[in-house]
C-alpha cells in the first residue's frame, strides 16, 4: 500500500502553486489565504486546539460552550476551504461525501446547540404536565413550543432487586392526540415524544401527599413534593406556603411501615400505613388521611398520599440529520478505504 | 463459579502457552505459527466456554464488573489478534510483541475478585451488544497495530530477531499498521455513534462529556492526529510506531483506566 491510500490534500505551498499554474505568475492573496485555510497543517493545528480545549473544559469544569465551539468553527473553514481548493475531492466521491458530511455535522451541531432544550420536571401520579419546569437550559433560538405540550402522568412501578438495586421503571402515561386520547408505558430506553420533545423518566422520584386548601377566594387541590425517595429517606420533609396563607407550613412524613427491605426485592409505592407531621410556627400536629387542619387564611384538608416522577426533557430537531450524516460520514470513509486496500492485498 | 474458573485457568494456560512459544520462537528463530496459533484457538474455545456458563448462571453478558470487562476484552483482543494471525503472514511474529500486552491482562484478571454485579435496566438493550462489540474491534485492530509497530521499533533499535528482521522494509510493515489503524479509527467511530444513540435512550442525552465519552473522544481526536500527522509529514516508520503506541495507550487507560475515576452513570466498568 502507498501513501496514497492516505487522504490526500495539498498543504498551503503546493496549493498556492497548483492555483498559480496556468494563470499568471502573481497569485491572488484570496487564493493563497484559501489554500492556507485548506491546509492539512492547519487540520492538525485544529485537532490540538481541539484536545486542548476539550481537556481545559474536563480538568477546569468549564460550563460555556465556546472553548469547544472556536476549535469546531475553525474546523468547519478548513473543511470547506478543502473541500473548495482540492480537485481531488471531484475525482474522489467517496471523500468529498466524507468531507462534505463532516462540515454538515459541524453546521448540525451549531444548529442543535441553537435551538436545543434541556431540562428537569416532576409530574405527580394523576395530574397533568402543565408546561412547567424546575430547571431548564435552552438555546437562544429554541423555538418555545413547550407551553403546547402536555401529558398526564397515570402512574408508575419501579423494581427494586435485593440490595437496594434499581430495576426496571413503567410509568403509564396519556395524552391528547387532536380529539383522541393516547395511552403508553414509558421507561428505561423508552421516552415519551411529544411536539419534538422527549421525556425521559429518572432514578428521581418520590412521595407527594395531596392537601385541598379551602379559602373564602376558593379552594386549592395539589400536592407537595418530597425530596427524592429513597435517596432521601430519612429527610421527608418539606416547606412551602399554600395560596394566600400568611405563614409557610413545614411538613414531614413519618412512615409506620418499613417501605423496602435492603435485602430483599421490592417494588416502589406509597406507603399505607403513614403520618403527617405539620408544624405551623410553633404549633405542632399529625395528620392522616381524611384530617383538616385549620390555619391563618384557610383550611387545610389531607386527602392522602400519591408518588412523583422526575422526567428529564430533552429537544433537538437536529438529531436525525446529525445521526444520518454522521453514519453517513463513517460509511463514505470507509468506502474510500475499503476500495485503496482492496486494490493491494494486506499480505503483499 | 468453579466450573467457570476452572475452564478460565484452562483457556489462560492455553493463551500463555501460545505466547511464550511466540517469544521463544522468535528468539530462537523457529516458525511453530501452527502451533502458536492452535493454542490461541484452544484458548479461545475454553474461555468461550467460561464466560458461556458465566452467563447463563448470571443472566447477563460480561458488561458489569471489572473481571467481565478484562475476561471479555482479554477475550476479544485475542480473537482480533489470532484472525489478523491467521489471515496475515506479516503479522505472525508480532505475537511475541502482543502476547505480553495479554500477559499483564491476564495476570490482572487472576487478581481481580469475580463477584457478580447489577445489570442496570439501561444496559437491556441491543445498543449495549452493538457498541461494546464495535468498541472491541477498535481495540483488538489497534493492538495489531501495536505488534506491528513494536516490529518496527525493535528493528530500529537493532534488537529485532532474524525472523523480524527478514520481514518486509519498514515502510510496507508501517502502511500494514496504518491500515490496521484505519480499521480502528473506523470502528471507534462508529462505537462513539453507537453509544450517542445508546446514551439518548438511555439518559436522555447524546454527549454530555462525561469522564468516559471525554476520554473516548480524546482518544478519536489523538487517533484522526495520527492519521493526518501520517499523511501531511510523511512520518518515518519509527515516529509512526511510537505514535501509535501512544494512541494504544490512551485507548487502553479510557477503556480500564477511567471508569475507576468516573462518578457518572456512565461506566464501563464498576
Redo the contacts between chains.
Sequence with gaps: ???E?????P?AREAGAHAGRGKSSEVRWWTRALAALAS??L??AV??A??LA??M??LLNVESSWPIAVPLAAFAVNLAAAVATNGVFRRQTALLVFHLSLIAIVLLIAAGRLTYL?GEAEVSVGAAFDGRLSSAQAGPLHPGHFSKVSFVNEGYAIEY?P?M?????RNAVSWMDGEQRRQAVI?????LVLRGY?F?TTHNKGFAPVFVWRTDAGSYRGTVHLPSYPGNAYSQAQQWTPPGAAVPVWIMLELEQPVFDERAAWTFRAPAEHKLIVRVGEERRELRPGDDYALPGGALHYQGLTTWMGY???YDPT?PW??AS??L??AS??WH?WRK?AAQP??? | MTAELTWLWGGVLAYVAAGALAIVAAVMDRKPERTVLALMVLGLILHTVSIALRWSRLGHGPFITLFEILSSNLWSLTLVFALAYW????VRPAAAVVMPILFIMMGWLMVASPGEG?L???Y??VWLYVHIGLGKVFLGSVLVAVGIAGIVLLRARNLAPARMAALPDDR?ME??A??FM?LGF?FE??ML?AG??WA???????WS?D?LE?WS??TW??L??F??????Y?LQPRHAAVAILVVFVLAFLTFFGVPFISTAPHKGAV
Design positions: 500500500m502507498s501513501a491510500a492516505s487522504i490526500p490534500r498543504n492539512l497543517k487540520t492538525l485537532i490540538i481541539f484536545a476539550l481537556t473544559v474536563y434541556r432487586s440490595g438495586k434499581r430495576d426496571d421503571t421507561g428505561d430506553q423508552e421516552p422527549r425521559y428529564s426533557v430533552f438529531l446529525l445521526l454522521a453514519l460520514a463513517v470513509l470507509a478505504f486496500f494486506w499480505d503483499a | 489471515r496475515v503472514r506479516a447489577h442496570p435496566p439501561t437491556r438493550t510496507r502502511n500494514l496504518f491500515r484505519m473506523i467511530t462508529l455513534i450517542a444513540i439518548q435512550r438511555a439518559w436522555g442525552r447524546y462529556w469522564p471525554t473522544f480524546l481526536l489523538t484522526a492526529f492519521l493526518h500527522l501520517r499523511v501531511t510523511r
